[in-house]
């Protein structure tokens, strides 16, 4: 018995797949650049929600009509883009969410002697003089 046929993509889904994936990355290197940089962990739910939307979009399936659907084939429809999210992809958008909502409700305000120095780039002449 076959569980799932698969489909070849569509030109639609393979953009919307690939902004997607670029979403997902773009998500996941803000998010530990901030976790870095501001040494809260709370950044880190968004990088793993960010990492997961990846996952789940590069493994997604396109499943045939009539067939019978497994556990990693379900999935949710988003009707205005006309997707489907497999079950991992919408994992990473809700952790992804609620790491941004963690971290907006519980970020600490920092003093102005504790803040980062910002990145300050020097000239190539002053690299160059002896």
Request: charged share 15%.
């Amino acid at each position: 018995m076959i569980l799932a046929v698969p489909l070849p993509p569509t030109p639609g889904q393979v953009a919307v797949g690939v902004i997607g994936v670029l979403a997902g990355a773009l998500i996941a290197s803000v998010s530990a650049f901030l976790a870095r940089r501001s040494h809260n962990w709370l950044h880190h739910l968004g990088t793993v929600g960010g990492l997961l939307i990846v996952a789940g979009i590069v493994g997604q399936r396109t499943v045939a009509d009539g067939a019978r659907l497994g556990a990693w084939d379900a999935g949710i429809n988003v009707p205005v883009v006309g997707v489907r999210l497999d079950p991992v992809a919408a994992g990473g958008i809700i952790l992804a969410l609620l790491g941004l909502t963690l971290t907006l409700l519980f970020e600490r305000i920092v003093d102005e002697d504790d803040r980062p120095r910002p990145l300050i780039h020097r000239a190539l002449e002053d690299d160059d003089a002896v």
